[in-house]
Nanobody, 122 residues
């Protein structure tokens, strides 16, 4: 049974930082590209960041320079370090995995986590 379990969300003031974690089980983690997506109330789900099998990274323009994605294949976890948070970053953040191929489009995701709420107050 595949599970992606996120943690680390919460309430933070604008300018603050949070670190999200996603623990994977039931998959050969090293064979999956991993990504973070987010969905704000009343908005469509959007791509945030991805990390490939080799550790290459990809970011949405809106978070570039503020967020950092990383992975630990031994611990089977992917992380999202979020710095200089803004109120517009408020959303449910979900971890996602896709076997082998790069992931940027939510339609191409093989597995999803349940999500963790991030709220940034002004």
């Amino acid at each position: 049974q595949v599970q992606l379990v996120e943690s680390g969300g919460g309430l933070v003031q604008a300018g603050g930082s949070l670190r999200l974690s996603c623990a994977a089980s039931g998959i050969t983690f090293s064979m999956y590209s991993m990504a973070w997506f987010r969905q704000a109330p009343g908005k469509e789900r959007e791509f945030v960041a991805a990390v490939g099998l080799s550790g290459s990274t990809d970011y949405a323009d809106s978070v570039k320079g503020r967020f950092t994605i990383s992975r630990d294949n031994v611990k089977k976890q992917v992380y999202l370090q979020m710095d200089n948070l803004k109120p517009e970053d408020t959303a449910v953040y979900s971890c996602a995995g896709r076997r082998i191929m790069a992931v940027r489009d939510s339609a191409s995701v093989d597995y999803w986590g349940q999500g963790t709420q991030v709220t940034v107050s002004s």
